[in-house]
T-cell receptor, first 115, second 114 residues
């Protein structure tokens, strides 16, 4: 069975700093997606970034980028020039293409951006 | 914009009550999900539906049932609410296949069972 591990329950950084959130996963499959979702306080969960396992190039979305290391089964999220609005719970998720597209979730990292 | 709407933001129910949580999506998504979110445990899948009247058990189905009579609506039912079902409940929907497999979430229902 697949598992997703986020080893940092909580992190805090100063505004404008760069922060990296860790995620590791365990799977024997070759074809899958990886996601980072963001859940701001009292607001809806939204997708931050997605990575297809067959792509070697790391995904980037504006200030958000990932470091995808397939062999190491690592999928970290880097937030550059952090902003107060980045304060949220961040969840790493794994989706197997062989399991009805269900998501396996990490426990989450609470990120606090300090002014 | 994709909308996933959950019927209640906050709910307080008594032990033993039958509780209905409703979720509606407007994007013609095939997949719909009910998750339970507890601190330190991430999101745990309760039930999943990939089509009308179809359902699959997730990781923690005990004490819950679901209903999907129409494509846009997915209901979670707590047959007899218990205090250990106090939690945040999240509904999500997605397309079944292809690149559009991003899950879209509702705002969540915080259920307290007293």
């Amino acid at each position: 069975a697949q598992t997703v591990t986020q080893s940092q329950p909580e992190m805090s950084v100063q505004e404008a700093e760069t922060v990296t959130l860790s995620c590791t996963y365990d799977t024997s499959e070759n074809n899958y997606y990886l996601f980072w979702y963001k859940q701001p306080p009292s607001r809806q969960m939204i997708l931050v970034i997605r990575q297809e396992a067959y792509k070697q190039q790391n995904a980037t979305e504006n200030r958000f980028s990932v470091n995808f290391q397939k062999a190491a089964k690592s999928f970290s999220l880097k937030i550059s020039d952090s902003q107060l609005g980045d304060t949220a719970m961040y969840f790493c998720a794994f989706m197997s293409l062989d399991s009805n597209y269900q998501l396996i979730w990490g426990a989450g990292t609470k990120l606090i951006i300090k002014p | 914009d994709v909308k996933v709407t959950q019927s209640s933001r906050y709910l307080v129910k008594r032990t033993g009550e039958k509780v209905f949580l409703e979720c509606v999506q407007d994007m013609d998504h095939e997949n719909m999900f009910w998750y339970r979110q507890d601190p330190g445990l991430g999101l745990r899948l309760i039930y999943f539906s990939y089509d009308v009247k179809m359902k699959e058990k997730g990781d923690i189905p005990e004490g819950y049932s679901v209903s999907r009579e129409k494509k846009e609506r997915f209901s979670l039912i707590l047959e007899s609410a218990s205090t250990n079902q106090t939690s945040m409940y999240l509904c999500a929907s997605s397309f079944r296949t292809g690149m559009g497999t991003e899950a879209f979430f509702g705002q969540g229902t915080r259920l307290t069972v007293v």
